[in-house]
């Protein structure tokens, strides 16, 4: 990459220095008196009060390395205060509270920003020493380090004045509103198409009771909109969609969308090097013409139905979890969930209060790990924090973060000498056995239902879900019922299962997930060479790090195949990685004058045999593990199965002129 020159340099530094549209130069005075300030200090989490005390004062006597947080590794909930003994919590809120008590008496307000150097030192403590490599990875993050990577250090009217190139994103979820995110600070013009009338993609889709996320809030979030206001533990998805909103309002990036306008098909255009795109508003179709794609549509969009004998033929209402239908009432109703991930096990507990009777199928049970506050507000003393201390919350949404990067990640290694199918290695059976234990405590009264209740795939196999007890105690009431034998034909006005039991049943509920395999359907993608790219993928949907497709040039996918986590990881992170690169593959395009860019089919196929190496390598890669991750091939196909630096570096050190084919634009100088 060129050295900007001195004019951009300067423009550079001012749009990269704060990269938060959240960020605030004022927080609340703290006016309250010691005993108040000592309540919050007990209430508090210990590493990231310290850090963000340290980071405002500049007194690093507040992050020794004895209490450094030892971090150790989590099997199951997370360790209180990052693990540090007794003896260090009371030494870490001695210090915390007459710290707190002097950015009151000194009236600090404001967030210092801290120079790399600075940053490196206070965020060794908060990660209990983090390796060099992962430095570039944590300024990221942090929104108080200087000239964070991530924003584009480069502007289209600087590297290719005069230079016709527009992209299309299409979506505008999550990976849509980085994407336009980026775009506009690198100026690359461009339009994006939403078939829904407001962004928010699967948060604006998924509306049924209960919605909400299965991670912590604050772990929710991206680098450039850190919001710390928070209302909830676990954030409802009205506050999901929301956020959403808010960040495309304060970034004035809605001028830039098209709503209510499908993506019908892309069509390549050899000669010109775009994409004609056709799409549908009205009923109306047109077309316009793309230098560039970005797809981010996402893997959890097109429900997910099964085909069951009779279907047609049922009286009753049918309806998925994602295409919610308000008007219908189940008050008084006899009620079928079909399904028992992340969507029913929201669902259940909501509904139960209303319904006549509530039948739930099952296939397999889930696994879960315990979260009593799962339903709860945002602790007041963390409310307090981020609102009178500043920064404080996002120096909490950083250790979220870090604690995420490679989560329980060791829990499902598989250790290839280990001959059971419940685990795959002793720390994974360990999770089991405490695991078990939570559903042991939940059906002490029901012993019966433990052979229904405790999976029998190993933990981490699939998603497991957050527990606070509303689903074991919903299916406790008298009204409900778990129906482990398969469903075999609907009838006229009900269910009937393999054991010939008839079920009555008024309204059914698919909670059964998504198609996430078939990625960009039904979008009709037609590459240079006539082939559509559901007919290059033949059902095992492929691409370098979840982005490129050999033979599909200036098509870039953003949360495409093998770009999920399982049981570590922060969404927000790795959308951001796959936009990030994106837009760095754009600049060189237009640095080098090149009219189109694709990944080498080598590059790909080096990238796959890695990924797959690694998935096999996991409890959910295990051929005994029957899971929406592998696709009607049996590949996995939907999650990465390394660590947040893996990826970091992977989509960070790319080389254009090895990895990829870059052809040269018509205009450009031999």
Request: net charge negative; aromatic share 10%.
């Amino acid at each position: 990459m060129t050295d900007p020159s001195p004019s951009e340099a300067t423009r550079i530094d001012e749009a990269t220095r704060i990269d938060d549209v959240y960020w605030r130069e004022e927080y609340t005075p703290i006016t309250e008196d010691d005993a108040f300030l000592e309540r919050i200090v007990a209430q508090a989490d210990l590493p990231s009060l310290l850090t963000a005390l340290a980071a405002l004062t500049g007194d690093h006597t507040l992050i020794p390395d004895e209490l450094r947080p030892p971090l150790p590794p989590v099997e199951t909930t997370p360790h209180p205060h990052g693990g540090m003994d007794e003896a260090a919590q009371a030494r870490a809120r001695e210090l915390a509270l007459t710290a707190l008590k002097r950015v009151r008496d000194q009236g600090l307000t404001r967030p210092r920003l801290l120079d790399p150097a600075e940053a490196r030192v206070v965020v060794g403590f908060i990660t209990g020493g983090a390796s060099a490599e992962d430095a570039a990875l944590m300024m990221h993050e942090l929104g108080l380090a200087t000239r964070r990577p991530g924003a584009p250090a480069w502007h289209t009217g600087e590297v290719a004045p005069g230079r016709d190139f527009e992209v299309a994103v299409i979506g505008t979820g999550m990976s849509g509103i980085a994407a336009m995110y980026r775009l506009k600070q690198a100026g690359i013009p461009f339009v994006a198409f939403e078939k829904h009338p407001e962004v928010g993609g699967t948060w604006w889709a998924n509306t049924y009771p209960g919605v909400r996320l299965d991670t912590p809030t604050f772990g929710y979030s991206f680098s450039f909109a850190q919001r710390t206001d928070w209302p909830d533990a676990y954030a409802e998805g009205a506050e999901i969609k929301a956020y959403s909103a808010e960040i495309v309002d304060r970034a004035k990036l809605r001028e830039h969308i098209e709503f209510d306008t499908e993506v019908v098909s892309m069509t390549w255009d050899e000669t010109s090097a775009t994409w004609e795109v056709a799409v549908r508003r009205d009923g109306v179709e047109r077309h316009r013409r793309f230098h560039a794609v970005l797809a981010a549509t996402g893997q959890l969009e097109k429900p997910n139905i099964p085909r069951i004998p009779g279907q047609d033929e049922f009286g009753g209402v049918r309806m998925h979890s994602a295409r919610w239908d308000h008007d219908v009432v189940l008050t008084g109703k006899r009620v079928a969930v079909v399904g028992t991930g992340a969507s029913a096990y929201q669902i259940v507990p909501s509904v139960i209060d209303h319904v006549a009777h509530l039948d739930v199928y099952q296939r397999s049970g889930p696994w879960t790990i315990p979260a009593p506050n799962y339903h709860d507000p945002t602790p007041p003393a963390l409310a307090w924090l981020c609102e009178h201390l500043p920064h404080y919350g996002q120096w909490f949404r950083f250790q979220a973060f870090w604690g995420a990067c490679t989560g329980r990640l060791h829990t499902v290694e598989v250790d290839p000498e280990w001959d059971r199918t419940d685990s795959v290695s002793p720390a994974n059976l360990r999770v089991r056995e405490k695991l078990t234990a939570h559903l042991r405590e939940q059906w002490a009264d029901r012993p019966d239902m433990l052979d229904v209740v405790v999976p029998e795939y190993p933990p981490g196999g699939k998603r497991m879900l957050r527990d606070n007890g509303v689903w074991a105690r919903a299916l406790h009431r008298e009204h409900a019922a778990l129906v482990t034998s398969p469903i075999e034909r609907f009838t006229p006005d009900g269910i009937v299962t393999a054991d010939g039991e008839h079920h009555p049943v008024d309204v059914v509920i698919y909670a059964t997930g998504f198609k996430a395999s078939d990625y960009l359907d039904p979008i009709v993608v037609t590459g240079p060479s006539g082939r559509t790219l559901k007919e290059h993928w033949n059902g095992d949907a492929t691409a370098w790090a979840g982005i490129c497709v050999p033979g599909f040039p200036n098509l870039f996918l953003i949360q495409g195949p093998n770009t999920n986590y399982v049981v570590h990881g922060q969404f927000h992170f790795m959308i951001e990685c796959g936009v990030e690169f994106t837009i760095e593959a754009i600049h060189q395009m237009l640095r080098r004058q090149a009219a189109s860019l694709e990944v080498g089919q080598e590059t790909l196929e080096r990238f796959l045999a890695w990924v797959d190496q690694g998935n096999a390598a996991r409890a959910w890669g295990q051929p005994h593990v029957h899971t929406w991750y592998k696709n009607a091939r049996g590949r996995i196909s939907q999650v990465w199965p390394y660590s947040h630096l893996e990826y970091w570096e992977l989509t960070r050190a790319a080389d254009f002129d090895t990895d990829f084919i870059l052809r040269p634009h018509p205009g450009a100088a031999s």
